[in-house]
């Protein structure tokens, strides 16, 4: 059976051991599900991009159990990383380090840097230090999905991805439902967001003491963050809500066949429509569990309103709007 129940220790045990023969097991963390493989050997690795249908150079984040796995793969991250790591780790923060020059060449997508993160699910972490006691240093996990799709915030997610073929870690919903932020710290004096997430850019800045610059062609690549990404089979476009309640003013036409409607704002009723939480972080939870759940109805198009303008929907805003390029 593909799914396995994370709260039982000898299905992570089971997983641990999977991952330490260089085979592929999906795991939760507080973000998304991820495919994971052991970050120190790149023919296990390749098996990730494989799956996917990933470009090798599109690097991956390496999650890793604690401080002393984060030194095997960046023994010398730098100040900015420090401060990250130590006031927000474990949690839904990646940093991008100079990496050690013969450890975790394929997870970096062939860079001289790394993403390294620490999550904070009790399943993840357990995972993470089953395999250690294994000799596996840290697990490469992007999101358990084809290259360019939803993210998967649900067991069954995966299991609709990849079929039963690949194990998978219950560990239930994820609590924040998109992915991590992700700050460039390979440049002294000049740490990056990369990608917004939960932990906002004034909560960064805080723990930095200093402000994060906005990235420039000097960038490392990064995941999540090409300008097409997070897209559902229908067509998604965001509208502001004037636009979105012409569009809807009455049942639905002939233009709203085959529409799926995510808003605050209510449409009239025969249309097929997911209310839009208020607060940034519910939004953010059910996010693409909605998409995902409008693709499985059979919408061939997507109407999402903009979020309000504030940074506590950056996360939110950031996913849509990639979601939105085709």
Request: with cysteine; net charge positive.
């Amino acid at each position: 059976m593909a799914i396995l129940d994370g709260r039982d220790p000898e299905r992570i045990e089971h997983a641990a051991a999977l991952l330490a023969a260089g085979e592929l097991v999906a795991f939760p963390t507080e973000t998304v599900y991820g495919l994971g493989a052991r970050a120190d050997d790149d023919a296990a690795v390749a098996r990730i991009f494989e799956a996917k249908g990933r470009p090798r150079d599109h690097p991956l984040i390496v999650h890793v159990a604690d401080a002393e796995q984060a030194a095997f793969f960046a023994p010398a991250p730098g100040a900015a990383a420090a401060r990250l790591m130590q006031a927000l780790w474990p949690g839904p923060v990646t940093v991008i380090v100079p990496r050690h020059p013969s450890r975790g060449a394929a997870a970096a997508g062939g860079q001289a840097s790394i993403g390294l993160r620490m999550p904070s699910h009790p399943v993840a972490i357990a995972l993470l230090q089953a395999a250690a006691r294994r000799g596996v240093p840290g697990v490469a996990g992007p999101s358990a999905n084809r290259f360019g799709r939803v993210s998967p915030t649900r067991a069954e997610h995966v299991l609709q991805e990849f079929g039963p073929a690949l194990p998978v870690l219950d560990g239930g919903p994820c609590p924040v439902g998109v992915e991590s932020a992700i700050v460039d710290c390979t440049r002294p004096g000049r740490p990056t967001l990369l990608r917004p997430g939960q932990i906002g850019r004034r909560r960064l800045e805080q723990v930095l003491g200093q402000p994060l610059a906005k990235p420039d062609a000097q960038a490392p690549r990064a995941s999540g963050t090409l300008k097409s990404h997070y897209a559902p089979a229908a067509t998604l476009s965001l509208l502001d809500r004037d636009e979105l309640r012409r569009r809807t003013a009455g049942p639905p036409g002939a233009e709203g066949q085959g529409v799926a409607v995510y808003s605050r704002a209510v449409p009239p009723s025969g249309w097929l429509h997911r209310p839009m939480p208020l607060d940034a972080d519910a939004a953010a939870r059910e996010l693409f569990a909605t998409l995902r759940d409008f693709d499985v109805a059979g919408a061939k198009a997507i109407w999402v309103e903009q979020p309000p303008p504030d940074a506590t929907w950056d996360a939110v805003r950031d996913r849509l709007r990639r979601a939105s390029t085709r």
